[in-house]
């Protein structure tokens, strides 16, 4: 079976919450509240998405996270590459020496091909055809606080 992990699902999730409101600034425990994901979760998601420039952050009290860039800029594949790393079904769709076998496969080609479906349909999907799932007050016209 071929699965994402959970902190990969979580991440997801934790930015369809932030595309329904991505000008406001979300506090760890109130996105915690929100998804029923574990706070130390939440923190180390948010600290990776921040590294990786999908969210900005701003410290203090009245601080919090919100997206550095608009939901319809953000595939699920941009994240799943973030989280995960590259998108690959087999060893062989990593590149040149993953996969010792990989010169005289008989299936790389089809197993490719597959690949890069799967791929493009993770790249069709934007992070705006999963916002507002949360239903939050306001939604898209939130400002910063």
Request: some cysteine; aromatic content about 6%; hydrophobic content about 40%.
């Amino acid at each position: 079976m071929v699965r994402i992990t959970k902190l990969t699902d979580y991440g997801v999730v934790i930015m369809a919450l932030m595309a329904g409101s991505p000008r406001r600034l979300f506090q760890t425990q109130e996105i915690a509240d929100y998804t029923a994901v574990a706070k130390p979760t939440v923190s180390k998601l948010l600290k990776m998405l921040t590294k990786n420039k999908f969210l900005s952050s701003h410290r203090g009290t009245k601080g919090g996270y919100h997206l550095a860039c608009t939901p319809d800029q953000i595939t699920i594949a941009d994240l799943i590459g973030v989280l995960e790393g590259p998108i690959a079904i087999t060893e062989c769709n990593l590149g040149h020496g993953y996969c010792n076998t990989s010169t005289q496969c008989a299936i790389k080609a089809p197993w490719q091909r597959i690949n890069q479906t799967i791929t493009a349909a993770l790249q069709s999907v934007k992070l705006s055809d999963l916002a507002n799932s949360f239903g939050l007050p306001g939604g898209k016209n939130d400002q910063l606080n």
